[in-house]
Structure formats: structure tokens, C-alpha cells
């Protein structure tokens, strides 16, 4: 059996433990799955995606061990990059072969099951890597995927390396949100709105019923980039609703 690790938020960690890992990230060859990482020699190696992740998900990260037949197709390569279809073995072999693995990752086309996880643990949310493997005298990039609203230096980077790209209108979001059929795009468009202070948090008040835990737990979440008691109201339900 390979042994793989699953970051991810605590919040979600517990949901996992009674039901396992959902098939939501996007695979770089098309299809969902869940991205991990093998279990290396090394800890930091192991846990590298922590500190990167933190810039996205907020709240304290735990890490998922996972155990997977040596024959499950999956596949493997740097973010970014094509990767290549080997079996669970082969992507252990693979990663622990590199003179340098950061920057790896490893996608299961399929969810995990809770036969498959077995333990969830506490990990240091500063271990790892920020925006690249070997960012640091680098020059950074100001697009709004690596610089989030808000971070340290932020709007300085910005006026030294400006960007262009403007930012989807509210009025843009809030039709696609209209025109969402899935819980997939429902949660696009939700991460969409959360990038910055939009307003109006009663324009999303009915997705607090809505079925999928996940869609639920990506409101609660982007209702902190909103203002006012409205927002305040609509996350406290959530929160008591869990």
C-alpha cells in the first residue's frame, strides 16, 4: 500500500473522518480527484504544501494520511506541468527518486474513501514553500492567484510590478452564480466574490440551505471578505448549522 498525505482545513478534517474525500479539485488533465503528496523521508518535504495553501484556506491546516493500493492509477508531476500516468507505487518511486521534489504533487482521479484514511494529525502551519519553490531574491508575480488582498507588502508589489488584468465584476459574478447548476461552479464563482469586499451578503442568504456541505463551508468562508450585520447574521447560522 502507498502511503500519501492530504492537506486540508481542519473544519473539513472531521467531515473526512465520517465520509472521506471528495472528488472536488480540477485535474490538470481534465476530470476531479484529490491532489496529495507522498510520504517522504523527509517532514518538510512530506508537508511542503502547507504554507501555500494557508494564503488560500483560511483557518489552521491538518494533514490526511492516506493509504492507497499500489496499483491505483494516478498521476504525478510539478503544478503546473502535464503529469504523468503511472500507478500509486510508481508516483512514491517517482517523487522519492527527485534530487528536488518541491513543487510535486500527486492526483487520485477519484475520491477517498474512509477505508483509506488513516489518521488525521496536527502539522506547523509555516512548514513549506510560499507562491514558489525557491521564491525568495526572486522577482514576485502581482496577479491576484500568487499577491491575495490584504497580504503583507501587498499593494507596494503591486505599484513596483503592476497588473492589468481587472478584476470580474460584481454584476458578472452574481449572473453566472444565477446560471450555476452545479455545486463545482456555485463554488467557483463563490471564491470569485470572496477575493474581495463586494457587499450585499443577502444576495447570497438562500445558498445557506443549499444540499452540499462543500458549497456551505465556501460561504461561511467568503463571508468574511463582507461587511455588515447581514454578513455577520448569515455566518453565524452557518456556523451553528454546521
Same mark, same amino acid.
Given at each position: 500500500?502507498?502511503?500519501?498525505?492530504?492537506?486540508?482545513?481542519?473544519?473539513?478534517? #472531521? #467531515?473526512?473522518?465520517?465520509?472521506?474525500?471528495?472528488?472536488?479539485?480540477?485535474?490538470?488533465?481534465?476530470?476531479?480527484?484529490?491532489?496529495?503528496?507522498?510520504?517522504?523521508?523527509?517532514?518538510?518535504?512530506?508537508?511542503?504544501?502547507?504554507?501555500? @495553501?494557508?494564503?488560500?484556506? /483560511?483557518?489552521? &491546516?491538518?494533514?490526511?494520511? &492516506?493509504?492507497?493500493?499500489?496499483?491505483?492509477?494516478?498521476?504525478?508531476?510539478?503544478?503546473?506541468?502535464?503529469?504523468?500516468?503511472?500507478?500509486?507505487?510508481?508516483?512514491?518511486?517517482?517523487?522519492?527518486? @527527485?534530487?528536488?521534489?518541491?513543487?510535486?504533487?500527486?492526483?487520485?482521479?477519484?475520491?477517498?474513501?474512509?477505508?483509506?484514511?488513516?489518521?488525521?494529525?496536527?502539522?506547523?502551519?509555516?512548514?513549506?514553500?510560499?507562491? @514558489?519553490?525557491?521564491?525568495?531574491?526572486?522577482?514576485?508575480?502581482?496577479? /491576484?492567484?500568487? *499577491? $491575495?488582498?490584504?497580504?503583507? =507588502?501587498? $499593494? #507596494?508589489?503591486?505599484?513596483?510590478? /503592476?497588473?492589468?488584468?481587472?478584476?470580474?465584476? =460584481?454584476?458578472?459574478?452574481?449572473?453566472?452564480?444565477?446560471?450555476?447548476?452545479?455545486?463545482?461552479?456555485?463554488?467557483?464563482?463563490?471564491?470569485?466574490?470572496?477575493?474581495?469586499?463586494?457587499?450585499?451578503?443577502?444576495?447570497?442568504?438562500? *445558498?445557506?440551505?443549499?444540499?452540499?456541505?462543500?458549497?456551505?463551508?465556501? &460561504?461561511?468562508?467568503? *463571508?468574511?471578505?463582507?461587511?455588515?450585520?447581514?454578513?455577520?447574521? @448569515?455566518?453565524?447560522? *452557518?456556523?451553528?448549522?454546521?
Amino acid at each position: 500500500m502507498a502511503e500519501f498525505v492530504h492537506i486540508t482545513t481542519a473544519r473539513a478534517a #472531521r #467531515r473526512i473522518e465520517r465520509s472521506g474525500i471528495a472528488a472536488r479539485s480540477h485535474g490538470r488533465a481534465g476530470g476531479r480527484g484529490v491532489y496529495c503528496m507522498p510520504v517522504l523521508p523527509s517532514f518538510t518535504l512530506t508537508y511542503q504544501w502547507v504554507r501555500e @495553501l494557508r494564503r488560500w484556506h /483560511p483557518g489552521v &491546516l491538518v494533514a490526511v494520511h &492516506l493509504r492507497l493500493p499500489d496499483d491505483q492509477p494516478v498521476g504525478v508531476g510539478r503544478y503546473g506541468d502535464t503529469p504523468r500516468e503511472v500507478t500509486a507505487a510508481q508516483a512514491v518511486a517517482v517523487v522519492r527518486g @527527485l534530487e528536488d521534489p518541491r513543487g510535486y504533487e500527486v492526483f487520485v482521479p477519484r475520491a477517498i474513501t474512509t477505508a483509506e484514511v488513516r489518521r488525521v494529525r496536527e502539522v506547523p502551519q509555516g512548514v513549506g514553500w510560499r507562491y @514558489l519553490p525557491g521564491a525568495h531574491g526572486r522577482r514576485p508575480c502581482p496577479c /491576484p492567484a500568487c *499577491l $491575495s488582498r490584504g497580504g503583507y =507588502k501587498v $499593494s #507596494r508589489l503591486r505599484q513596483r510590478f /503592476p497588473y492589468d488584468e481587472p478584476p470580474r465584476p =460584481k454584476s458578472e459574478l452574481m449572473a453566472r452564480l444565477r446560471t450555476a447548476t452545479t455545486a463545482d461552479e456555485i463554488i467557483d464563482v463563490l471564491c470569485a466574490l470572496g477575493r474581495r469586499r463586494r457587499g450585499g451578503a443577502e444576495e447570497l442568504a438562500y *445558498l445557506a440551505d443549499h444540499p452540499d456541505q462543500d458549497v456551505r463551508d465556501t &460561504l461561511e468562508s467568503i *463571508l468574511g471578505a463582507y461587511r455588515g450585520r447581514e454578513a455577520r447574521r @448569515l455566518r453565524e447560522r *452557518l456556523q451553528v448549522n454546521g
